[in-house]
């Protein structure tokens, strides 16, 4: 099993007021729904207020490399991922369980 996260941080002059910021959030709970290899799909705004977190965090769970791939492959991925591209930096783990 592979867990899949990613956290997010807004670019300067970005927050939760932002429409673009919205529709990124909206974008990535809907993944789970939309993107058939996940096992396991959790989305979320930290709640965190240390200067150090981050924004916004996503964690899936795939069976394997491959359907990691096809994951990130997935239209619907890569259109949300779109979106957080425009607004935010990202860093992400990939790790075996």
Do not use: C
């Not at 429409?19 to 799909?41: F, I, K, T």
Request: zero cysteines; proline letters at 4%; glycine letters at 4%.
């Amino acid at each position: 099993m592979i867990r899949h996260i990613v956290l997010f941080k807004f670019k300067p002059g970005i927050t939760w007021q932002e429409p673009d910021a919205l529709a990124a959030e909206q974008s990535s709970h809907q993944v789970g729904e939309r993107v058939p290899d996940l096992l396991h799909w959790q989305a979320g705004r930290n709640i965190s207020r240390r200067d150090i977190a981050h924004d916004f965090a996503v964690i899936g769970l795939l069976h394997d490399q491959e359907t990691l791939q096809r994951y990130l492959a997935h239209p619907f991925h890569q259109a949300s991922a779109a979106r957080w591209r425009e607004i935010s930096t990202w860093v992400i783990a990939d790790i075996e369980e």
